[in-house]
């Protein structure tokens, strides 16, 4: 495979410490979900780089099939123990869609699940239902 990009992230204590790219341009705190404390989670930073991507490959997408459309990704990350004991994430997308119509807003959603790289590297070993809805 082709790297095209490559970044690196450092993390310190965990769920209740910090974490922050290595080149000084994003960094966040890090507070356990339901605590009430400040800060991010990891399932919360997964969503917003998941969604973002999704959204960039549907638009990748749509111009490969000469599709005039916009669009608009939510990313719903939910995490959970397994029967095993390890943990597992869930995943819903939410894909709304203006200027085509159910049927097209379906193919595409499909099309871009297939070349997003989150999509790609979840598939086959997280749950991820896709909600497509044509405005």
Partial sequence: MKIFYKTRATATGGRSGHTALDDGGLAFDLARPGTGDVGANPEQLFALGYAACFDSALSMVAGQMKLEVTSKTSVE?????????????????????????TAQAEKLVDAAHHACPYSNATRNNVDVRLHVTAI
């Fill in 77 to 101: 990350v939910g995490i959970g123990q397994r029967a095993d004991g390890g943990y597992a994430l869930d995943i819903d997308i939410y894909v709304e869609t203006t200027g085509i119509d």
